[in-house]
């Protein structure tokens, strides 16, 4: 404890990182040090094509990193990258609550609005439909579907969970439509525990 | 006269030496007709039990197929016949075991079990061990007390008896799990429990069995054992990706013998039961393992009729195995010699619970830190509860050696749990899971969004594991799948295109869309559904674009939910693109269904008209839409020449616009099951309204003759793309047409 207490001290702003957060000494530990493996000219901040180099194969990468960068930013230093890296820590069960707490990075609704913002690019709180067909689709089916399918399954996902007929799925309708899933257990990754 | 073959050649003839007339001989046919009559009449009892539904939802199956197999045992016992030795060890082991292993590895929910394979495992090796041993050595401590008269039982012994009876067999308990919806992880950790114990408990058995012959254990028997306990597992495994692996490359080349498809599959399976079984090891991992592989890529292979009639045969055979089994357990439970010691039995049943609870809840403990998904007391009092035992132990008691000198006490101790736990526990476990609350599973996810959504979400934590450095759960799980699309497909499906979940979770919900409007239209012409649910037409009212008299709205639902050319786009694109039976054929079909339906129509109503316009109609849309189709040309341009349809100009323009939305909304929303909205229209409302529409029609009226069943139409297909009732509008190039 105490050897990683005074290791800690080399992380910047470690003990306000550790409240904010909620990880534990040894996870924002192992995150530094995956930090600067990762910043591989130690300039102490990461640029996209660090994280894009991890990512190549992942048909999702860009917008991985992309949410990794405020927007306007270019570089990402290690708070941002924990902050970030927050919202997949696994929610605790029996976590107390009081009310002046701000919501903690990994609950429920912080995980879907990152999911959210993969596809929301623009930011305009809405995924219309060309933000989900060209892109996210495009992306994940490759060259399996031809236009036409492509936009039918874009039609489709959108009249599924489209309810104020705006055909664009907001926050809201999202969250709807997943309410049934374990979003937990989906967007959780057990080494940040 | 002489005979050569049987004994029970019965001449009717009075002639001595003269051609017998009748004769009959029964020793011929007896092993086949006594089987048949087994089969049927435990089906005939199965038949019994469904009639009057109640009794299934409250009484699980195999209660009252014992039940009627002690009744009937005690019929025989009573004329002194012995019954059929079905349950010795061959018979059993190699003609009804494997139908029931490949079944539950047929239809086992792949992905839950992968991603809980672990926690299965832990709960069936090491569970089983620990009941095991702990259960065999409680007994041991018992037999020592002399008050018992139970001293001649020893160690090993026990042991071979509580390895026999901790396995599971949870078919009554995964039925109401299945019935009441419990969560999918307590399902599929009874139900890999249930499959792999039997695995676990036949490498036990046969190490004590052989132990038990030993006069003195040495150590290095037990590390022995350990090492055979590897062997027998592993190379099950991997004698079934083996056979696997072959069958799903057999099937590759099926496409020219249909009708033998369904055989590769049985007689891999059974190849891969049998040859794990001649070299001793677990050949009920051989028989999963191979039906998991095989089905994937040979269902993919295969054509849809062999894919039906593979999990057909399959549950079929497993069903019959499964009667028969309970059924003889009731009857030889009756016929067979028991020795009753109050002692034994009364403490097995304590402790086959005790070290069931106890052992799921240690393991619980240690297990739950390494799952997203924890087990809560609720859980594991299912998983505890679920526990019964079945078939195995029984077989596995009766073949055991008559070395053992109190080989009939073991027999009815084993039927006596068999019995409790089947009985007892079978009967409450549907009201307690109901009672406590257990956890409910999610079963309406069958959504596209939750589909794109969950894949987005495995890609998103793929990445962040990358970022992290660490190979999670989903790094294994892309690594694989990038192996199976870059060399398994390849090598073991003919048609190699890979498809993602998106895509078939897409066709798979239009294909019901397509099924259910076509259902509903087909059975329903006469009564004039409406597909547009009642949600839509709401949507329409709120539009501020336009604004539609109540009257039209309804008579464009109607004229819309005559309009089959849509459904028939949709069953075209289907046989088009994704294979289902030819085009020719479908249409004949529904040219035949429209012809009788027009039939039962009276001959001057407007409904009359109307179908005959459409039937008309119908062969000209489809070589349109398959000509589009075929051209690859988008829908929204296409419509404007897609159909000709309504000469009704009053309503076209005023229609147009909405209909468009009205129509795919329906689409959509058919799944929402406009059925039941449809059909509560009466005929007669929409009697009046087509009468309404026949009056504003005015001249456009004449164009339809009521003409008879004339597909050769050609003049009301080439001109009026102005006329169409589907003319683009502004709107089309939102929606896009739902072809």
Not at chain 2, 559 to 581: D, E, V
Not at chain 2, 704 to 717: H, K, T
Request: charged letters at 25%.
């Amino acid at each position: 404890m105490g050897s990683s207490r005074s290791s800690l001290r080399r992380v910047p702003d470690g003990q306000q990182l550790l409240q904010e957060t909620g990880f534990s000494a040894a996870v924002l530990l192992r995150l530094h040090q995956r930090f600067q493996f990762l910043d591989k000219d130690s300039r102490g901040h990461l640029r996209s094509e660090d994280l894009e180099a991890e990512l190549s194969e992942n048909p999702m990468g860009d917008r991985i990193v992309g949410a990794f960068f405020q927007p306007g930013q270019e570089t990402v230093d290690f708070p941002s990258f924990v902050r970030v890296l927050a919202h997949f820590r696994p929610t605790e069960k029996n976590r107390t609550r009081g009310g002046e707490q701000p919501e903690p990075a990994n609950s429920r609704n912080r995980k879907l609005k990152f999911a959210f913002q993969l596809y929301d690019r623009d930011r305009d709180g809405k995924i219309s439909r060309t933000e989900l067909l060209q892109q996210v689709l495009r992306e994940m089916l490759g060259l399996q579907v031809t236009e036409e399918q492509l936009q039918s399954i874009a039609e489709r996902a959108i009249q599924e969970a489209d309810l104020d007929r705006d055909h664009a799925i907001c926050f809201d309708e999202f969250r709807k439509s997943l309410e049934k899933v374990n979003i937990d257990h989906k967007m959780s990754v057990r080494f940040l525990e | 006269t002489e005979n050569t073959r049987g004994t029970h050649i019965i001449c009717f003839s009075t002639l001595k030496g003269k051609l017998p007339v009748f004769t009959m001989d029964y020793s011929r046919i007896q092993i086949p007709f006594e089987f048949t009559l087994w089969v049927l009449l435990a089906s005939f009892s199965k038949i019994g039990f469904h009639i009057y539904q109640k009794i299934t939802i409250w009484i699980p199956e195999s209660c009252l197929l014992i039940g009627i197999g002690l009744i009937v045992g005690g019929i025989m016992y009573s004329v002194k016949e012995e019954p059929p030795a079905v349950l010795s060890s061959d018979v059993f082991f190699l003609y009804m075991l494997p139908p029931i292993v490949l079944e539950n590895g047929y239809f086992m929910p792949t992905r839950p079990f992968f991603e809980n394979v672990g926690t299965v495992l832990w709960y069936a090796v090491v569970g089983t061990l620990w009941n095991s041993i702990g259960i065999g050595l409680s007994l041991f401590a018992i037999c020592q007390f002399e008050v018992f008269d139970l001293q001649d039982i020893n160690l090993q012994e026990n042991l071979l008896f509580a390895s026999i009876i901790s396995t599971v067999d949870p078919v009554a308990a995964l039925k109401v799990f299945d019935d009441v919806g419990v969560n999918e992880q307590i399902y599929i950790v009874i139900f890999g429990e249930g499959l792999f114990s039997d695995a676990v408990t036949v490498v036990l058995y046969n190490m004590f069995a052989f132990l038990a012959d030993m006069p003195v254990i040495d150590s290095v028997d037990v590390f022995l054992g350990l090492a055979r306990f590897f062997v027998v597992g592993i190379g099950g495994v991997l004698f079934g990706l083996l056979f696997g692996f072959m069958a799903a490359f057999t099937s590759r080349f099926t496409s020219r013998v249909r009708e033998i498809e369904p055989l590769f599959v049985f007689m891999f399976s059974y190849l891969a039961y049998l040859v794990a079984e001649l070299f001793a090891i677990s050949s009920i991992m051989a028989l999963i393992t191979c039906a998991i592989t095989m089905k994937y890529y040979v269902e993919e292979n295969v054509s849809q009729r062999s894919c039906t009639t593979i999990r057909h045969v399959v549950k079929m055979l497993a069903t019959i195995s499964e009667t028969l089994i309970f059924f003889f357990l009731g009857v030889v439970t009756i016929t067979t010699v028991h020795e009753w010691n109050w002692a034994f039995i009364l403490f097995t049943l304590l402790f086959a619970f005790l070290w069931r609870g106890f052992g799921i809840l240690v393991l619980t403990q240690i297990i739950n830190p390494f799952r997203t998904i924890q087990f809560n007391l609720k859980d594991q009092f299912g998983l505890a509860y679920g526990g019964l035992r079945g078939a195995i132990c029984f077989a596995l008691v009766f073949t055991l050696g008559n070395t053992i000198n109190r080989r009939n006490l073991f027999v009815t101790a084993s039927i006596a749990i068999i019995i409790f736990t089947v009985f007892i526990q079978g009967i409450s476990i549907r009201p307690i899971v109901e009672y406590i609350k257990i956890r409910r599973t999610n079963k309406d996810l069958n959504t596209i969004n939750v589909e794109i959504h969950t894949r987005t979400m495995e890609h998103l934590l793929c990445g962040i594991e990358d970022l992290c450095g660490q190979w999670g759960h989903y790094y294994w799980k892309d690594k694989f799948k990038k192996f199976n699309d870059r060399f398994l497909r390849r090598i073991l499906l003919r048609d190699r295109k890979a498809e993602s979940s998106i895509v078939s979770m897409y066709k798979k919900l239009e294909l019901q869309n397509a099924i259910e409007l076509l259902d509903t239209t087909m059975g329903d012409i006469s009564a004039a559904p409406s597909l547009v649910s009642l949600q839509d037409e709401k949507k329409e009212a709120s539009r501020p674009k336009k604004t539609f008299k109540a009257t039209d709205i309804r008579k464009m639902h109607d004229i819309l939910s005559k309009n089959m050319y849509r459904i028939r786009q949709r069953t075209t694109a289907f046989t088009s693109k994704y294979g289902l039976p030819d085009d020719s054929q479908t249409r004949e079909i529904l040219i035949r269904r429209h012809a009788s339906i027009q039939r039962s129509l009276r001959a001057e109503s407007f409904p009359c008209k109307f179908s005959h316009w459409l039937i008309i109609c119908l062969p000209l849309v489809i070589p349109e839409v398959d000509r589009l189709r075929s051209s690859g040309v988008s829908p929204r341009s296409s419509s404007r020449s897609l159909i000709p349809m309504s000469k009704l100009n009053t309503i076209e323009e005023r229609r147009s616009p909405v209909e468009a939305s009205v129509f795919t909304g329906s689409n959509i929303r058919g799944r929402r099951a406009p059925v039941p909205a449809a059909r509560r229209r009466s005929p007669n409302r929409v009697d009046e309204d087509e009468d309404e529409i026949v009056s504003e029609g005015q001249g456009e009226e004449r164009h339809l003759p009521p003409r008879g069943w004339a597909p050769e139409n050609r003049d009301l297909g080439t001109n009026e793309a102005g006329n169409s009732l589907l003319r683009p509008s502004s709107l089309r190039s939102q929606r896009s047409w739902r072809i």
